[in-house]
């Protein structure tokens, strides 16, 4: 059939590309374009996304459509700009130049957004016009002449609804057009002799844009008032600030209680299919393996998927409507005063829950240099894992006596753990911008777009590609380090006759023990050493390690309150003391350095952050076991 | 300094326009207050092709929204009365404003009817 032969000649080589400034809908029209079929992969070397999807045009075309990253000029500022501008010269390598260009622009903003299609057109490529938001620019009383637009343009222009199937036609029709007329410039691989516009050149296209839109534009409307009149409110010195902290208060709630259901759900799942693998599973290396590694590993990590999900929610719906912009600007003064961007203030927000999170959401800051700051210091925000040792250990030591009317000394210390942790965060920060990451204070252009109510498919897909990411790195990073401190924590096993628990005979315990001389400075015994070091797949694994260490057994419950007197028994006050200190900045969590690997794409920044923050928890921790030993806390 | 009267001073001193004859960096305008960019002159070349890009260019209308709740900074300015742009006061400094409807300023760029709100 002449479908299908024009259907694998199309998937050979039709390839269109979506360009356009961010904020002009392009995403929302690339997801109805492709109707949600697509992929979404990363770039190598640099974790800007490449998202690609099919669409078939009224023709019987199979296209494949790539979304670039939104870009206001070619002259990229960050490693997503760079991507598109690489793309669209056919510089990139991984890419082949695409055989047409879409230039998504907002129509109700024209006068900024027209200025990258006049840089673009110079490129000579088959290039087309989709003039986006038609819907609401007609609504505002704008008229446009297309036809003057498209002449005096010299390309085609076509008017698109992107959140309407039937907004697009116009759009699918001009793509066979443009196809039908594809083999004359079918031999062109790069195009050379590119510059970056200079200042003047830039004044050169607003200029053309002024001339052009005198044309085209029979009646500019009215500019809407309702983003305006909510901004007086959520922009306001006094209310906005107010307004923000309530919405993040809900945020959390959310997080932590919404998410705690699910979370026993899965936590539940995982025990019964431990204790069923227990019952049905002969006592081999094989079960073990199973039971104590990958169930109760993964087990571990896998619990946060909930609160992930909530949290990225969250997060897209605020991005989508507008929103997070404002946030930004609110928060930015108070952030760059220790060298952050505005925009790391969700990132650090959601590192609360977890710090992996709060990783993946640092791509939304533009400059490399502030995101790896950020990404640097995100593990300093108390994250939910830590809670458990923090509870175990306050229950044990700190006595329960109200300081201040219903304030206790227990919540008081709770309190001061997440301020030492923040305050601590924000110091690195400023010394990190000051040596390791100098550079130039990257100015905060933001475009604060229009409000506008979330689309449901685009926040959807979102979270889709979140919860993907998310259990893709379980499967790979995770499940295999998880497997490795198994292996460390079992072998070899204990000889005939022994006295101790078995991890004091393992690899485990050896390191254990080993680093015990080093420990003893700041107070660790070795049980706490050797619990240290399964921990490091998670924190909280070390609750379950101590128990191991003191040969406890029973449920987790059980546990946790016989743990509890234990310690009171065995260990002085410096000693917890000095432990809490060491939780608040040590690095035990294997995912979350998998997850800075990954984001920063190299090992090399994992292993700095491993470093800086263990030196920062042995001096917390050694200053807190002398000071508390000077006091009589020994 | 140019002529200027009574009225134009008062609404200069009120920080609601930019009054006649007078220019001012963006960044010492007060919420509420309109203009027109005169220049944009950043010591920083990038800075100035970056304010370029956001649409910060010579001849454009600006009406300054909101200033931050710290130190008032950053500010939201609104250019050509379509699209908001968040800078930090150090780069809105860069912008220089002229009053909106200033025949002697040779603009030569837009002639959009672009009246104070």
């Known amino acids: 059939m002449t479908v299908g032969t024009l259907t694998v000649e199309g998937l050979k080589s039709a390839r269109i590309a979506l360009v356009g400034p961010p904020n002009s809908g392009k995403t929302t029209l690339f997801n109805t374009l492709t109707g949600g079929r697509q992929k979404t992969a990363n770039y190598p070397g640099v974790t800007v996304e490449r998202k690609s999807g099919l669409l078939r045009t009224p023709d019987g075309h199979s296209v494949e459509v790539l979304d670039l990253p939104g870009s206001y000029s070619l002259r990229a500022r960050s490693p997503d700009e760079a991507i598109t501008r690489d793309v669209v010269l056919g510089r990139h390598q991984q890419e082949t130049l695409p055989d047409a260009i879409v230039c998504v622009t907002d129509a109700t903003n024209l006068n900024q957004h027209l200025r990258l299609l006049l840089e673009l057109r110079p490129l000579g490529r088959p290039l087309i016009l989709a003039l ?45 057009v443009l196809l039908r007329q594809r083999s004359a410039s079918d031999a062109v691989r790069t195009i050379d002799g590119w510059q970056e516009p200079s200042p003047d050149a830039i004044r050169a296209y607003h200029r053309e844009v002024e001339r052009v839109l005198r044309q085209a534009v029979v009646d500019e409307g009215i500019p809407a008032r309702f983003t305006r009149q909510v901004d007086r409110v959520l922009l306001h010195p006094v209310a906005g600030p107010l307004i923000l902290l309530a919405l993040l208060f809900l945020m959390f709630q959310a997080v932590f209680s919404w998410a705690a259901t699910p979370m026993e759900w899965i936590d539940g799942g995982v025990v019964s299919l431990q204790q069923w693998l227990n019952a049905h599973m002969e006592e081999s290396l094989l079960k073990s393996l199973l039971v104590d590694g990958v169930m109760a590993g993964v087990g571990g990590v896998i619990i946060f998927l909930p609160q992930i999900l909530i949290l990225f929610l969250f997060i897209l ?35 609360f829950a977890c710090a992996v999170p709060g990783i993946m959401a640092t791509r939304a800051i533009a400059h490399p240099l502030d995101r790896l700051v950020t990404i640097l210091i995100a593990p300093l925000m108390t994250c939910s894992a830590r809670l458990p040792v923090y509870v175990l250990l306050i229950a044990a030591f700190i006595p ?30 400023a010394v990190l911008r000051l040596t390791v990451l100098k550079g130039g204070r990257q100015p905060l252009l933001m475009e604060l777009p229009s409000y506008k109510w979330p689309n449901p498919a685009n926040v959807l897909l979102g979270l889709w590609d979140r919860v993907k ?42 390191i254990g023990r080993g680093l015990e001389p080093l420990l003893a400075p700041i107070g660790f015994n070795w049980q706490i050493a050797i619990a240290l070091v ?41 000693t917890a003391l000095s432990l809490l200190a060491w939780y608040v900045f040590a690095p035990q969590c294997l995912a979350t350095l998998a997850a800075v690997r990954r984001e920063t794409n190299s090992w090399r920044w994992a292993a700095f952050m491993f470093v800086y923050l263990m030196a920062l928890a042995y001096i917390a921790a050694f200053f807190t076991y002398r000071i508390a030993l000077a006091l009589g806390g020994g | 300094m140019n002529a200027f009267t009574a009225q134009e001073r008062r609404a200069f001193e009120l920080g609601c326009t930019v009054g006649l004859g007078f220019t001012q960096p963006m960044g010492q305008m007060r919420p ?86």
């Open chain 1, 132 to 176: 986006n938001m038609m819907d609401i620019a007609q609504k505002r009383g704008c008229r446009i002449d297309l036809e003057a637009l498209s002449r005096e343009l010299g390309i085609p222009v076509v008017t698109t609804v992107a959140m309407q199937k039937s907004g697009v036609q116009a759009l699918l029709g001009q793509i066979d």
């Open chain 1, 317 to 351: 719906l605020l991005e989508d409507s507008g929103y997070m912009t404002r946030a930004a600007f609110l928060m930015d003064r108070l952030m760059s005063a220790a060298g952050l961007n505005g925009r790391a203030f969700i990132p650090l927000l959601s590192s």
């Open chain 1, 400 to 429: 329960n006596i109200p300081v201040w009317a219903s304030i206790g000394l227990q919540g008081l210390v709770m309190f001061g753990l997440y301020a030492t942790g923040i305050v601590g965060a924000l110091v690195v920060a």
């Open chain 1, 469 to 510: 990411i998310f259990m893709r790195r379980i499967g790979t990073i995770i499940l295999s380090l998880m497997v490795i401190l198994w292996f460390l924590s079992t072998f070899p096993t204990p000889p005939a006759g022994a006295v101790e628990p078995a991890i004091y005979y393992s690899f485990a315990g050896m």
């Open chain 1, 534 to 574: 399964p921990g490091l797949a998670a924190r909280e694994v070390a609750v379950a390690a101590l128990g191991t260490v003191y040969a406890l057994s029973g449920d987790e419950g059980a546990v946790t309150e016989a743990l509890s007197a234990t310690l009171a028994q065995h260990w002085s006050l410096a």
């Open chain 2, 32 to 117: 509420g207050s309109v203009g027109r960019i005169l220049a944009v002159s950043g010591s920083d070349r990038d800075i100035e092709q970056a304010l370029l890009e956001m649409g910060f260019v010579e001849g454009a209308c600006i009406e300054v929204l909101h200033h931050g709740w710290l130190r008032r900074d950053p500010l939201a300015v609104r250019i050509n009365q379509t699209m908001t742009v968040a800078l930090r006061r150090c780069e809105a400094n860069a912008v220089i404003v002229g009053p909106l409807l200033d025949p002697a300023i040779p603009t030569g760029l837009v002639e959009l009817e672009c009246a104070p709100s």
